[in-house]
């Protein structure tokens, strides 16, 4: 590239001058002027602007016309090959040959001038054409995060469907995968003609990030989870989860079976295993597909198969509408005379519903105006529920400590902790009972009141579950359940697939309800007795 103007001649100048300058473009950001001798009597056209020119004449006379009546000759002095260097910011001119006017000193005081403008010019319009350039990158690359077609309605659902898990998930590397592109893969390559298409496309989403936790929920399936935790289920009274031990026959094991259920009344465990439901396997059957065969229309039957310890048992149980009670309590009145007799406060926690803390408030102020002077939690078999349930009631047992640690992939993110303005019942002795049936919020609960010292806890190892999943309503009223963090107990202890550690074990015979747990006490000669000493020391 090439740019040649000439330099005007100065009619008001004792010593005007006449140059010439051809200028090439270097590496874009420098450029070179070389002086261009005139051929004799050349008339200059487009004086003032650029102007092509001839081939240089060098070591001959050269004349141009400058205005009407002036005439100038140069003389090409190769009297010296020098080169004069200007710095000038984005260009350098060298000039290579010194011109002389016959009758006047030569004088590059214009030229200089004329340069110094077009310097400026160049630098100016070579500055807008770069923001120019980084503004149409900038957009380019907005229009590049969305799709460049029209989106249809299933598209905007499938869309709010991700930004959710964009937004919430736990994972930021999403399971080692561009999130983005899958976006746009889907958004291109999977039909989503119909709403049940589109649900489809959902679900393989969620798929690739491998975790059974994070679910899709169509309209009725989210309607039914919110009615669970509000306290009433149509089913078997059934909690369910995966298999923690590697050995043992495959299938979903029993977290806990609810009190008074179908489930229960045909002999159903903790532990025990479900191999098949309506004869359909569940070897590689999700926990919330199998909980959605379990659920159904009060009154219609299904069949289990159950492997309770070395034997399998072939069930047909009938659902029903399982009220979920969320708390039962009974006192406990320990061997002694008059006034020196001991009275302990039973509470069976079995759910983290809507309405757990309320209950367990109002069973404490039951149980303190008989006057009992100590607490016995059993949360075995409670496999959890609304983590803010959890939190709420360790606050009514703890008047200062960290609860429970949340974490995401980054470490900690969050800390819920007590400072004692809902706590009731700070002072007295407390027992905590768990086993492999407790889990979630049960966990939290526990590990919280185990890290705090502010209660023992009795029984085995729990189910481990440390993970915490949020609900999330969609447009539709359909919904996802995402797991959004982990926690790890006041001790920093993350009991995924570990469990809270209990500090004493509890004799293998030891029952699960009320009454039973009172007649440990008040039989001294039973096998599953415990003394107070026992129960409340560490």
């Avoid at 009597?41 to 002036?70: A, E, H, K, Q, Y």
């Avoid at 798929?207 to 989870?225: G, H, I, V």
């Avoid at 909980?291 to 159904?296: F, H, I, S, T, V």
């Amino acid at each position: 590239m090439a740019m040649e103007f000439l330099s005007r001649c100065a009619s008001s100048s004792s010593s005007p001058c006449l140059a010439f300058f051809n200028v090439h473009l270097q590496h874009t950001i420098s450029c070179r002027a070389t002086v261009k001798v005139l051929p004799w009597n050349f008339p200059v056209v487009g004086f003032g602007r650029s102007t092509s020119l001839g081939t240089d004449g060098r070591g001959r006379i050269w004349g141009c016309s400058c205005g009407t009546n002036r005439g100038l000759l140069l003389r090409q002095l190769w009297r010296y090959h020098s080169s004069l260097s200007s710095a000038s910011g984005m260009s350098s001119v060298c000039y290579r040959y010194v011109l002389k006017w016959k009758k006047y000193a030569g004088n590059f005081r214009r030229v200089r001038n004329a340069m110094e403008k077009f310097r400026h010019r160049f630098s100016v319009q070579l500055a807008r054409v770069m923001v120019c350039v980084m503004l149409v990158m900038s957009v380019s690359s907005t229009f590049e995060d969305s799709p460049s077609w029209a989106l249809t309605e299933e598209n905007l659902l499938f869309l709010e469907a991700w930004r959710t898990i964009d937004r919430a998930y736990i994972d930021k590397n999403f399971n080692g995968q561009s999130w983005f592109r899958y976006r746009e893969n889907a958004l291109r390559n999977e039909p989503m003609n119909t709403r049940e298409e589109t649900y489809t496309a959902i679900k393989k989403m969620l798929a690739t990030l491998d975790d059974p936790f994070t679910r899709f929920l169509e309209p009725e399936k989210f309607k039914s989870l919110q009615s669970g935790t509000q306290g009433a289920l149509t089913g078997v009274g059934l909690s369910i989860g995966y298999r923690t031990a590697v050995d043992g026959p495959a299938g979903l094991v029993v977290v806990s079976a609810a009190p008074g259920g179908p489930a229960e009344r045909a002999g159903i465990t903790s532990g025990d295993v479900i191999l098949a439901i309506d004869d359909i396997t569940t070897e590689s059957m999700g926990i919330y597909d199998a909980a959605e065969r379990l659920q159904g229309p009060k009154g219609s039957s299904v069949q289990l198969t159950v492997q309770s310890g070395p034997s399998v048992k072939h069930l047909d149980l009938v659902r029903e509408k399982v009220a979920i009670n969320p708390v039962k309590s009974r006192i406990c009145e320990l061997p002694g005379s008059g006034d020196n007799s001991s009275k302990i406060g039973y509470i069976k926690l079995t759910s983290f519903n809507q309405k757990a803390s309320g209950a367990v408030k109002d069973a404490i102020d039951s149980l303190r105006s008989n006057r009992v002077n100590a607490f016995v939690l059993d949360l075995r078999d409670n496999s959890g529920g609304l983590f803010p349930e959890g939190v709420e009631i360790a606050k009514i047992w703890l008047d200062k400590g960290v609860i429970v640690y949340i974490c995401d992939s980054r470490g900690v993110r969050d800390i819920y902790d007590s400072d004692g303005s809902s706590t009731i019942a700070a002072s007295e002795p407390l027992a905590v009972l768990v086993n492999k049936g407790t889990a979630s919020a049960s966990e939290i609960l526990a590990g919280a009141l185990k890290d705090n010292k502010r209660a023992v806890l009795f029984g085995e190892p729990t189910y481990g579950k440390g993970k915490i999943q949020s609900v999330f309503k969609l447009s539709d009223g359909s919904g996802l359940a995402v797991t959004v963090a982990r926690y790890e107990t006041p001790a920093h202890i993350n009991i995924d697939k570990v469990g809270v550690i209990p500090d004493r074990p509890l004799p293998a015979s030891f029952p699960k309800d009320g009454d039973g747990f009172c007649s440990c006490f008040e039989d001294p000669a039973s096998a599953c007795n415990v003394n107070r000493v026992q129960l409340f020391s560490r």
